[in-house]
């Protein structure tokens, strides 16, 4: 079973980040827009069970998400099926209308405008989301996909490049926990 | 709204109406097996209703639909939502495995080897299939898909259809509600 392992911090400003990695030899993407449907189940609280089912725009291309429940209490590693559906808006509208037939309701959106680097860390290609969120901020994730014996492997080592990074405060909580509590908020 | 208006009936054999759909000018596609599983929903009882989710691999392409309930009587008029997936078997398996982890389970799977043809019919096209479903027998189904204003002049024209091909008869219950009744009995 494939596993995501995600650190994820909030931060001040980006640029200080992005002068690091460029000192590890990483080169930032260009920005791309993700906007994020969230789907509430028919039966099941995912707040309570801690899952999520989503529908990802980034660029033209449409994927759908499930992620399991979080497995550790320090990352956010969790089972992820991501699969991909046919491109353009209309399709992501089709898939929507699917969901709803099927009980499915929309819980919240998040957009966010993501550059994206690749890390030689220890052996391993850590992703790294440069993240600038509607209403929430800016973040960094570092992100691994590894098979369930090496999800710890993946979590010492996104600790230590974390470190190297000077990235502090771990968020566990998703971009959709903190879009609804501010929701709450205001 | 799209809607599915479609017409089944058993046939002892597919060689007469085979013969007439020739005369009317219809070409006959090469066979191909369907294999279609059927999921149950985890919070509703689609037996009770009318509705269906369905993965089908047809050749290396698969498919994902949704079925409403049957709106009408004599036909078997459906609202409709039929997305293609990526191809091959191992894509099947993966959508098969996001659909367990939302709670849906395996209702029953449904295989037959399927033959197509078109025939122009009181203005219309209609989508002729002659079927040899497993463990069930030999079936023809009429089939025409519009918006739901048509509803009506499509069932008008699929019965009028059905006795020129002299089919008799209609089946309402759907393949997978014929297996499992058989599956009950046996």
């Given at each position: 079973?494939?596993?995501?392992?995600?650190?994820?911090?909030?931060?001040?400003?980006?640029?200080?980040?992005?002068?690091?990695?460029?000192?590890?030899?990483?080169?930032?993407?260009?920005?791309?827009?993700?906007?994020?449907?969230?789907?509430?189940?028919?039966?099941?609280?995912?707040?309570?069970?801690?899952?999520?089912?989503?529908?990802r725009r980034k660029g033209r291309a449409?994927?759908?998400?499930?992620?399991?429940?979080?497995?550790?209490?320090?990352?956010?590693?969790?089972?992820?099926?991501?699969?991909?559906?046919?491109?353009?808006?209309?399709?992501?509208?089709?898939?929507?209308?699917?969901?709803?037939?099927?009980?499915?309701?929309?819980?919240?959106?998040?957009?966010?405008?993501?550059?994206?680097?690749?890390?030689?860390?220890?052996?391993?290609?850590?992703?790294?989301?440069?993240?600038?969120?509607?209403?929430?901020?800016?973040?960094?994730?570092?992100?691994?996909?590894?098979?369930?014996?090496?999800?710890?492997?993946?979590?010492?080592?996104?600790?230590?490049?974390?470190?190297?990074?000077?990235?502090?405060?771990?968020?566990?909580?998703?971009?959709?926990?903190?879009?609804?509590?501010?929701?709450?908020?205001?």
């Open positions: 079973m494939r596993y995501e392992v995600e650190m994820k911090f909030p931060v001040a400003e980006l640029a200080a980040i992005e002068g690091r990695l460029a000192e590890l030899g990483a080169t930032i993407s260009a920005r791309q827009t993700e906007v994020d449907v969230y789907f509430a189940h028919p039966a099941r609280d995912f707040a309570r069970t801690d899952e999520a089912l989503r529908v449409n994927f759908l998400t499930y992620k399991g429940p979080k497995v550790d209490a320090t990352t956010k590693t969790r089972h992820e099926i991501d699969l991909p559906l046919p491109p353009e808006e209309e399709t992501a509208e089709q898939w929507m209308g699917l969901l709803a037939a099927l009980g499915f309701t929309v819980a919240g959106e998040v957009r966010k405008s993501r550059r994206k680097a690749h890390v030689a860390w220890q052996g391993r290609r850590v992703e790294v989301s440069l993240d600038e969120v509607d209403r929430l901020g800016t973040f960094v994730e570092l992100e691994l996909v590894v098979d369930s014996a090496e999800a710890e492997a993946a979590k010492t080592c996104l600790a230590s490049l974390a470190e190297h990074l000077k990235l502090e405060r771990s968020e566990r909580r998703s971009y959709l926990e903190l879009v609804l509590e501010r929701a709450g908020r205001d």
